[in-house]
């Protein structure tokens, strides 16, 4: 019966110190906050509904924001501004035109981290968000009887769109990182015409290349700690 009792308490003795050594890890991972700031050059992959292309590069410019409860994974909000690129349609006596296209949209993104705690990781991102095509439109009419110049602009209603890439980082100093990524933004925009300007651009597929910078800090202190104090193993740091 003693020799029973004496498992028993061994056994929770050593359940209760497992949980402690968790409990220890989990406080010593850091919570990182991290905001991305990148630059790139995207192109449409598919082909417009109703002009033809004559440039299908855009310029790509992003702000991000991403909160890392864990190594592990993290969870994102940003901000894109892309280029669509530019269409024109036929030239005839009737005139010709050229449309300008560009969106800006909010991404939701579930980030999956690898290497995080070392020199050098990458992550696979995969989101939802809302996109606002606009357009803008410069032509000439009447071509057989003298020119006139016209222009017009529009903003549609937001579509929705879907965004996967994978990312790669290196750091540079304690706080900041190089970044570059590759991915690809699935968009559901309208066609029809916008704000009796010019059609949208449709669905579309854009896949870009991106290079920035990103800033990380530790929030545990802020949590947890009043500000500038953080308890690790019984001590407080300052």
């Known amino acids: 019966m003693r020799h ?12 209760a110190l497992t949980l402690v050594g968790s409990a220890s890890a989990a406080e010593d991972e850091p919570i990182t906050l991290e905001f991305d700031g990148r630059v790139g050059m995207a192109v449409r992959a598919d ?7 004559v440039d299908r590069v855009g310029l790509d410019l992003e702000a991000a924001a991403y909160l890392a409860p864990t190594p592990s994974f993290s969870l994102g909000l940003a901000f894109q501004h892309l280029g669509l690129g530019r269409e024109r349609s036929a030239t005839s006596d009737l005139g010709t035109f050229e449309v300008s296209r560009d969106m800006n949209a909010l991404w939701a993104a579930l980030r999956l981290d690898f290497g995080a705690g070392g020199r050098a990781g990458m992550g696979i991102e995969i989101g939802p968000g809302l996109a606002w095509q606009s357009v803008d439109l410069v032509g000439v009419t009447d071509l057989a009887r003298g020119s006139t110049n016209f222009s017009c ?10 965004r996967a890439g994978l990312s790669g980082w290196v750091t540079a100093g304690s706080r900041f990182a190089l970044t570059a990524g590759a991915g690809a933004e699935v968009l559901s925009l309208s066609s029809d015409v916008i704000d009796a300007c010019a059609t949208g651009a449709g669905s579309t597929v854009m896949l870009g290349l991106r290079f920035g910078v990103a800033y990380r800090l530790d929030v545990r202190p802020f949590i947890s700690g009043g500000g500038r104090r953080a308890a690790r193993g019984g001590q407080v740091v300052r």
């Open 47 to 53: 082909d417009p509904p109703d002009l033809a292309p």
């Open 4 to 15: 029973l009792a004496s498992s028993r308490l061994a056994s929770a003795l050593a359940t």
């Open 153 to 162: 602009s529009g903003n549609d209603r937001p579509g929705l769109g879907l």
